[in-house]
């Protein structure tokens, strides 16, 4: 039991024990201690807002885009309330025709060898597939997108 007190009391007095008992010492781990968890903390916060940042330019985006498909059928509906388009309409429906006009009857025959085929909209279209490129460049496009403000 001594030789085991006599190992703490020389425990205690080593130079390393002394200097960890120091005030100056103990106050410069706190100081680092707190500076770690600070930046800790401004890290979490600059993630929570570049995501936010990313979601605000998505839904402004996506306003950009209402906005212009809505002027879009603001057009169409003016159009549509245009002398141009209710002739063209009744021309259409009711086979109506200017004082003068001439009608000219073409066979289908004739009219089909003078079109090209449209593609399909029921067929799907087939991307060529990337080449695959190393992980290095991958990691360097990215950046450059994130620096650039690209969008993939």
């Not at 001594?2 to 120091?22: A, F, G, T």
């Not at 010492?25 to 600070?38: E, Q």
């Not at 936010?52 to 003016?78: D, F, H, M, P, V």
């Not at 087939?126 to 490129?133: E, G, I, N, Y």
């Amino acid at each position: 039991m001594m030789l085991v007190l006599k190992k703490i009391k020389n425990y205690y007095k080593s130079p390393i024990w002394q200097q960890i008992r120091d005030v100056r010492f103990l106050g410069f781990m706190v100081f680092g201690v707190l500076v770690l968890l600070v930046s800790w903390s401004s890290v979490g916060i600059i993630q929570t807002n570049y995501d936010l940042q990313k979601q605000i330019s998505k839904l402004e985006q996506q306003n950009t885009i209402q906005e212009l498909e809505n002027n879009n059928l603001k057009l169409r509906n003016e159009y549509y309330n245009t002398d141009q388009y209710l002739e063209l309409a009744t021309r259409r429906q009711f086979g109506k025709a200017v004082p003068g006009e001439k009608l000219v009857l073409v066979p289908r025959g004739v009219a089909l060898a003078h079109t090209i085929d449209l593609p399909d909209p029921n067929k799907k279209i087939v991307d060529k597939p990337k080449p695959k490129k190393p992980l290095y460049q991958k990691n360097f496009e990215a950046w450059m997108n994130f620096f650039m403000h690209r969008q993939e």
